[in-house]
């Protein structure tokens, strides 16, 4: 990316090891994220240019002297941040804090060097022609970060949801919170099509109306009080603002939309009088894939669903505008 | 109080009953809070005045037709907010959301109405004369206050914690992250004889400095990393900022001094990044009550030392000043 709104495809060098914890992945699947979306807005113009991506599947080409799980052939799945899955913060599932970790930038190409790679790659016993190559590749990010939204948020059966956001994150929260036994999931969202994929997913209810109409019928629709949980996955102010207009006394905000905004309310009016939570952040997905992959692999969930657009490494900068125009919900990318 | 420093002295109404389900309680002790501190700040000057005060225990002078569980004589201990403690919210312990609640503010007095009587106040066996009575006072307001930061914060005996503030509020939310377990306790805060009442009650560190000096010494005590609670017990911006700068990743925020903001950093450098949790708010003192006053009456724990001076009710405008000038940590009222 060059800036905003301009994406180009280049060859440049092939990744090499460099640490000999190093792999080097050969990248089977890949796809543009809803965080992609925002340098592809506001990134000033650069003559240098950034590589792009961040999730990917993929098989292990060549593996660095001390790896020591991993062998070429595996195929594996990357999260979109790196770990040593072994410092005090990894332990505590906290991977997108990684001592030693950092996040993928260069996953939109044909391979990507995984520093790391004991640590950060998770295999699975899948082949290169698996129909579950969409779902798998959701547990590099996406339906793992609607996850993260849903386990902070302490989603289970005896708690009301609300999900703000009907992109690939929120529908991506609507599976995960259906999957931990909520049993009403209002699904914040106005794009028909991506709502019916909600309802499927495991939303009760669609709000299409946003700001004070939109937290007005969901209130209407929970006895006036809103939900125990918000999950918000957009990450824009207006959605932060729907959250604290929804949830209930005493209740959660799980934010997993990266805020395009650094200060907002959260004094007695917003969260305080109320006793509500914030909280959320960066997903740590490595905490969570291997949990979900058996969900995967045996098809209980298909949160492969979300994309609903494959292109080839030259048609990415189409698929960056697509998802821009909303013309896709999310775009898999097939190098 | 009739505006900002104007504190006055005057005769009143008795309170009576005017609702089935009231009682009046003849005061026997309350004090002065540090929120009451805000007005006497702030408050525009005002012909008519504001009643003022909040936290007392007493003696039932009166009880409605309805009032089912207590009797004239009873000693009792009032939450800072009355509740029907029987209503969906109350169930779930956020008492001071309680859907027919309200809060106490005429509690610097002889005598108060309170509504909701038999959901609202809770029996102690002592008398008048009580050595425990300031220890017993605390459980009105502001020993609770503590206790909600630490119970909204997980403190267990495998968290770190760090206290901000020194005041009443503060030292008690010391004890209560004492009482839960923990074993390293950080206690910001500038007042020597204060801080020696938190070490007193638990706190392993004091770190006297504030804002980035602050922020860095507390982290060298901790490794680099912070602690993973911050009970934030004082309300004001720069409390906050520090709350953050020295909460570990994935850490919690617990927030019980009254913000005197409502807009705040919360994005990606300030809580989302690390995943860090805010929670907190009002405590459902009510909800606690029951709970803790064991350890009170049994000497366990001795809230009550955050009481520093008692005066009378003619002499509550000095009790403001003196707390206000710092010259007082808590003012004891003994009509």
Chains 1, 2 share one sequence.
Do not use: W
């Not at 770990?83 to 030693?100: I, P, V």
């Not at 969409?134 to 009301?160: C, E, I, K, Q």
């Not at 209407?220 to 604290?244: F, N, Q, W």
């Not at 949160?303 to 999310?330: H, Q």
């Amino acid at each position: 990316m060059y800036g905003a709104g301009d994406v180009r495809v280049e060859n440049v060098p092939d990744p090499t090891l460099q640490a000999p914890t190093d792999a080097v992945v050969r990248v089977v699947r890949a796809c543009v994220c809803g965080s992609d979306l925002h340098p592809f807005h506001t990134m000033p113009a650069s003559a240098q240019g950034s590589p792009m991506g961040h999730e990917f599947i993929g098989v292990v080409e060549e593996i660095g002297s001390d790896v020591a799980t991993l062998q070429r052939g595996d195929f594996v799945i990357a999260p979109f941040a790196y770990s040593d899955n072994t410092c005090e913060f990894c332990r505590e599932g906290l991977h997108t804090s990684c001592r030693q970790g950092g996040f993928f930038s260069t996953a939109q190409a044909e391979a990507v060097r995984v520093p790391l790679a004991d640590g950060t790659l998770v295999k699975a016993p899948v082949g290169e022609d698996s129909a579950l190559l969409p779902s798998l590749l959701t547990l590099s990010d996406v339906f793992l970060t609607g996850h993260h939204a849903a386990v902070r948020a302490g989603v289970n059966p005896r708690t009301t949801v609300t999900v703000i956001g009907d992109g690939a994150v929120g529908l991506s929260a609507v599976l995960a919170a259906k999957r931990l036994g909520a049993e009403r999931i209002v699904l914040m969202g106005r794009h028909k099509d991506r709502t019916d994929l909600g309802r499927e997913f495991g939303a009760t209810d669609v709000v299409a109306e946003r700001g004070e109409k939109g937290i007005a019928n969901v209130r209407e629709l929970t006895g006036g009080d809103g939900t125990h949980t918000v999950l918000e996955c957009v990450g824009y102010m207006s959605a932060y603002e729907m959250a604290y207009g929804v949830v209930r006394v005493g209740g959660v905000i799980s934010r997993v939309g990266v805020p395009q905004y650094e200060e907002a309310p959260i004094g007695f009016g917003s969260l305080f009088g109320r006793n509500i939570t914030l909280t959320g952040g960066p997903a740590p997905v490595r905490a969570y894939i291997e949990e979900l992959l058996p969900d995967v692999l045996e098809g209980r969930i298909e949160p492969g669903k979300v994309f609903d657009r494959t292109v080839g490494l030259d048609a990415v900068p189409e698929g960056y505008r697509a998802m821009d125009a909303r013309e896709a919900l999310k775009v898999l990318v097939q190098p």
